[in-house]
C-alpha cells in the first residue's frame, strides 16, 4: 500500500489509514489521480495486476506517463494513446475512456474504468477481467451486462429547424435513444414522447424567454429512449433568433445517465469508496466489532433478496443466515485474523438468501483500526457472488468423478478411493478385495431390445450390486458392461465367499425390462490386497487378468488371481506383440478343406483358413492367435489378407478344377463392425479379378445378425445385392430366429460339430440335424455338417437329406496344391478323398 499525500494533523492521517484500509479489502486495482493529473493514491493489487514496479507508481507519475510506459510495452494492442484526443473547444478537460488493457507478455487482459471526481481528479478502477475474455462465449451474457452497464455516453448532433418543420440527428443521437436511422425519423412530433413533462417544460422555456433571448443554451434533462428507458442528457448549443422567434437550434447532446447517478452516489468519500466497491458486483460490510454492530450495503443486501431495513445491522443477525456447515470456520478465520494471524479475512461460505436459496459467497475483510491493546475495533470488507462459479466447479466434480447413467462413481474416483482403502487397510493391517465384473450375453440384450433398454438394465444391475454390499464398500462403472467392486476391510480372504456367490446369484436373477423379460449372466475377476501385490497398477492388471480367465472358462463363474494367470496375460502380450509383425514378415500361409456334396461325393467348394508359422514357436493355432487379433483389432487387416488369397486361389481353381467353384471366407465381426476405410471392397477385388460374386462365401456367426448397427446390416444386404454367398457358422451353439435367417437372406447353414460329433441312430443329436435340415430346406437355404469324422456320420447326414459334409474323414486342412492334387489326382486318389 503506497499513499502520496500530505496530512497536516492527525485527522488527516486518520483518514489516510482509513482509506488504505479500505482499498486493502478491494480485489481490484485502484488507482486515485490528484487535480494535477498525478498519482495519489493505489491499492496493493495494482503493482501487480499492472506489472509495474511499486516504486514507479509511489514516485507520483502523471497519467500520461503511466500511460506512456503502457504504450511503450504494448498494453494497448496497437490501439493509439488514450490521451491522444484532445478536448473540443468550450469541453473543458477531455474524459478519460474507458478501455480494454492487454498485458501480452503476461497473457492477461484488464477492464480500465475511469470516473472523474467532483471537483478535480479522477479514480481508475483496473479488473483482471481474463477469464472472462477465455470464456466469452460461455459468458456472452454476463459480457453484455457488463458492457451495457460500463459503456461510455455517446456524444451527438440535434438540429432543429423551427422554419422547414425539420428535426436532424448524426448517428450518436440515435445511438443514445436507442434506435438507427432505419427505424426511428425525427421530427418535431415523433421526438416529443422523448421528453419527459419536466424536460419537455425545460425545452419550452428556454425556446420562449421571458427577457432577452440567448444565443446559446445548456441544461440537463431526464428523457426517454425509444426502447423506454430514462436517460439523463447534456444539451449545449446554439439557437438563431429572428424578430424574437426561434428558427433553427443547434445542439450536441451527451447521454450523462452514468454521471449523474455517480454524482448521487458520491456525496462524500467514503461513499466513493463504496460505489467503486459495488461497481464490480461486490457487497460492502463495514463491522464495529466491540459493539457487534454491521453496516450492510444496499449492493449486499440486494445480494441475497433484501431490502434496505430488512436486517438487523448486526454481525450475529448475518452470521445466522451463514449455512451451518460453514459457520464454525468463518468464525475461525474471522477470529484469526482478530488475533492477528492472518493479514486479511479470506472465506468463502453459503448464505442464506430471503427465498430460502443458498448463495456462496466469497468474504474478504481488513481491521482498520484497533485500540491501545491491540484489539480489534473496526473491520470492512466485501462479499462476492461466487455461486455460478461453485456450481460450475460441482457439476465438473460430479461429471469427471460420476457416471451419467448409473450415478456410480467412474473410474477416476474408484481409483481414487482404491489408494484411500488400501492405505486404510496398511494402516489398519486389514485386506480388501477388488473385483471386475463383466455382465455376460448384455451386447445380446442392446443388440435385440435396443439401447435404451440396455441402459435399463445397466442401472438394474448396478443397484442388484450395491444391494450385495456393505455402505464402505465402493462399486463403479467402468463404462460399457463392466463394472469394479472395492471390498474393504476383510480380516481374511475368507470373507468372500459369501459375498462372491451372492454377486453372481443377483445378477443370473431374470431381468424385467418394460414387457421383456432377459437373463444375463456375470463374469467376475478378483484380486486380493496385499496378498497378491501392493501396487495399484498390478492390483487392476490382476482383476482383469482373473476376469479374463472366468470369461474363457465359460462365464457366469468368478475367478482368483494366480501367478500363473500373470504368465499366460505375458503370453498374450507377447502374442500380441509377435502378431503385429507378422503380416509384414509373411509368416501367415493359407490351407483349404474340402466341402463335400454328399449326394455326388465330389469336391465343389472349399474353406479357406488361416495358418501362422511363427519364427521362434512353430506353427500357432488359430485358436489361440484369433482371438488375440480380435481383441488387438488386427483381425480387419488379416481378414483382408486372407480375403485376397482366397479371392486368388477360387480364379485359379475356377480354371483349373470347375468354373462354378467356390471358396469360403470366415469374416469375424469385427471386419463388419470397423472395416479399414483403406482396403478396396472385397466386391471391388473380386471385379478387378474378373470374379462373379457367387465364387465366394462368406462365413458369419449368428450373434452378426443380432447387431442393429446400421453399417452391419448394410454391408449385409450389400452381399446379397451383388451375389456373395452367406453362410451361417456354428448353426445352434448362439442365439438366432426364423426372422434373422429371413431378412438377410442366408445362403447355407453349417451344423456346428458339436451336434456331429456323437451322431447316431435314435440318438437326440440327429433329431436336432433333421430338424436344421427340413427347417433349412423349408427357407430355401442348403446345409453343410461339420466336424464329419466317421461313414456312420456321413450316412446319418445324408439319410436327413444334408447337402454338404465337411470334416477329418475327407480331408485335414492342405495347403493349395495338395488341395488340388486332392481334386484332380489319380482315381484311387480321388476314392480315398470321397
Not at 482509506?19 to 493505489?42: H, K, M, N, R
Request: aromatic residues 8%; proline residues 4%.
Amino acid at each position: 500500500m503506497m499513499v502520496n499525500m500530505h496530512m497536516e494533523n492527525n485527522s488527516g492521517q486518520e483518514t489516510a489509514e482509513f482509506w488504505q484500509a479500505l482499498l486493502a479489502s478491494i480485489s481490484q486495482g485502484v488507482c486515485v489521480f490528484d487535480a494535477e493529473g498525478c498519482i495519489s493514491l493505489f491499492n496493493d493489487c495494482l503493482p501487480e495486476m499492472l506489472d509495474l514496479p511499486k516504486e514507479f507508481l509511489a514516485s507520483s507519475p502523471s497519467l500520461r506517463e503511466v500511460y506512456d510506459c503502457q504504450l511503450q510495452r504494448g498494453d494497448f494492442a496497437g490501439a493509439p494513446h488514450p490521451l491522444d484526443n484532445p478536448p473540443q473547444e468550450d469541453e473543458g478537460q477531455a474524459d478519460i475512456p474507458d478501455h480494454v488493457l492487454r498485458l501480452k507478455h503476461l497473457g492477461r487482459t484488464l477492464q480500465v474504468q475511469t470516473r472523474r471526481l467532483p471537483g478535480d481528479g479522477l479514480v481508475q478502477i483496473y479488473v483482471d477481467i481474463s477469464d472472462f475474455v477465455q470464456a466469452e462465449a460461455g459468458r456472452k451474457r454476463a459480457n453484455q451486462m457488463l458492457f451495457a452497464t460500463q459503456a461510455i455516453a455517446e456524444l451527438g448532433g440535434w438540429e432543429v429547424d423551427m422554419e422547414l418543420d425539420q428535426v436532424t440527428w448524426t448517428d450518436g443521437v440515435y445511438r443514445i435513444f436507442e434506435t438507427t436511422p432505419q427505424a426511428f425519423t425525427p421530427t418535431p412530433v415523433s421526438t416529443r414522447p422523448l421528453y419527459t413533462e419536466e424536460a419537455l417544460a425545460v425545452q419550452i422555456a428556454s425556446l420562449q424567454p421571458s427577457g432577452q433571448p440567448s444565443s446559446s443554451h445548456e441544461y440537463e434533462i431526464e428523457m426517454i429512449t425509444l426502447k423506454g428507458r430514462r436517460i439523463w442528457v447534456h444539451s449545449r448549443g446554439t439557437t438563431n433568433w429572428v424578430d424574437g422567434r426561434a428558427v433553427k437550434r443547434t445542439s450536441i447532446v451527451q447521454d450523462i445517465t452514468r454521471r449523474k447517478q455517480t454524482e448521487l452516489a458520491l456525496r462524500d468519500s467514503e461513499a466513493r469508496w463504496k460505489l467503486a466497491l459495488e461497481s464490480v458486483g461486490d457487497g460492502l460490510w463495514d463491522l464495529q466489532v466491540q459493539r457487534g454492530e454491521q453496516y450492510l450495503s444496499p449492493n449486499l443486501l440486494r445480494m441475497y433478496g433484501y431490502e434496505d431495513g430488512e436486517l438487523k445491522s448486526s454481525v450475529a443477525e448475518l452470521d445466522a443466515l451463514v449455512h451451518p456447515e460453514d459457520i464454525a470456520q468463518l468464525q475461525h478465520d474471522r477470529q484469526a485474523h482478530f488475533d492477528g494471524l492472518t493479514p486479511t479475512l479470506k472465506n468463502e461460505h453459503r448464505v442464506l438468501c430471503k427465498d430460502g436459496s443458498w448463495k456462496w459467497v466469497h468474504s474478504r475483510g481488513m481491521v482498520i483500526s484497533r485500540d491501545a491493546q491491540g484489539q480489534p475495533l473496526r473491520m470492512i470488507g466485501t462479499h462476492s457472488d461466487i455461486t455460478e462459479r461453485k456450481t460450475a466447479d460441482e457439476v465438473v466434480w460430479q461429471q469427471a468423478h460420476f457416471d451419467a447413467l448409473t450415478g456410480l462413481p467412474n473410474r477416476r474416483l474408484m481409483r481414487e478411493r482404491l489408494v484411500q482403502e488400501m492405505k486404510k487397510c496398511r494402516r489398519n493391517h486389514l485386506k480388501l478385495a477388488l473385483l471386475f465384473i463383466d455382465l455376460d450375453h448384455f451386447k445380446e440384450v442392446n443388440d435385440t431390445l435396443g439401447h435404451d433398454r440396455g441402459d435399463d438394465l445397466l442401472v438394474e444391475a448396478a443397484q442388484r450390486i450395491q444391494r450385495c454390499l456393505r455402505e464402505v464398500d465402493t462399486v463403479a462403472r467402468m463404462g460399457g458392461d463392466e463394472f469394479t467392486v472395492i471390498i474393504t476391510a476383510l480380516s481374511d480372504e475368507s470373507n468372500l465367499q459369501g459375498i462372491l456367490p451372492k454377486l453372481l446369484n443377483a445378477l443370473n436373477a431374470p431381468f424385467q425390462l418394460g414387457l421383456d423379460q432377459v437373463f444375463v449372466s456375470a463374469s467376475m475377476g478378483v484380486t486380493v490386497y496385499p496378498t497378491d501385490t501392493l501396487e495399484v497398477e498390478d492390483l487392476l492388471k490382476n482383476a482383469d487378468q482373473a476376469l479374463y480367465v472366468a470369461k474363457a472358462a465359460g462365464r457366469n463363474r468368478f475367478s482368483f488371481f494366480t501367478p500363473a494367470l500373470q504368465e499366460a496375460a505375458m503370453q498374450r502380450a507377447q502374442l500380441t506383440h509377435d502378431l503385429r509383425a507378422a503380416l509384414s514378415a509373411k509368416e501367415f500361409c493359407m490351407v483349404y478343406q474340402p466341402i463335400v456334396n454328399l449326394a455326388t461325393g465330389r469336391i465343389q467348394k472349399a474353406e479357406a483358413l488361416v495358418r501362422w508359422q511363427h519364427p521362434q514357436r512353430g506353427l500357432i493355432s488359430p485358436a489361440e492367435f484369433i482371438p488375440v487379433a480380435e481383441s488387438s483389432g488386427l483381425i480387419v487387416e488379416i481378414g483382408d489378407w486372407i480375403f485376397a488369397q482366397a479371392a486368388a486361389q477360387v480364379k485359379a481353381w475356377r480354371s483349373s478344377l470347375h468354373p462354378e467353384f467356390q471358396v469360403s471366407v470366415n469374416k469375424s465381426p469385427l471386419q463388419f463392425e470397423n472395416p479399414n476405410p483403406d482396403h478396396t471392397p472385397w466386391i471391388e477385388q473380386l471385379r478387378a479379378l474378373g470374379l462373379p460374386g457367387e465364387s465366394i462365401v462368406v462365413e458369419i456367426t449368428e450373434g452378426l445378425l443380432l447387431s442393429n448397427s446400421s453399417g452391419v446390416v448394410e454391408q449385409l444386404l450389400k452381399l446379397r445385392d451383388e451375389g456373395i454367398n452367406v453362410s451361417l457358422d456354428d448353426f445352434g451353439t448362439g442365439y438366432s430366429s426364423l426372422s434373422y435367417l429371413q431378412k438377410f437372406d442366408i445362403d447355407f447353414i453349417k451344423i456346428d460339430q458339436s451336434f456331429v460329433r456323437d451322431l447316431a441312430t435314435d440318438s437326440t443329436d440327429l433329431v436336432l440335424c433333421q430338424a436344421i435340415i427340413a427347417m433349412a430346406h423349408a427357407l430355401g437355404m442348403k446345409v453343410i455338417a461339420e466336424g464329419v469324422e466317421t461313414s456312420e456320420q456321413r450316412d446319418l447326414l445324408t439319410a436327413a437329406g444334408c447337402d454338404f459334409a465337411q470334416g477329418y474323414l475327407y480331408s485335414r486342412p492342405v495347403n493349395a496344391a495338395a488341395f488340388e492334387a486332392m481334386v484332380l489326382g489319380s482315381e484311387e486318389a480321388l476314392d480315398l478323398v470321397v
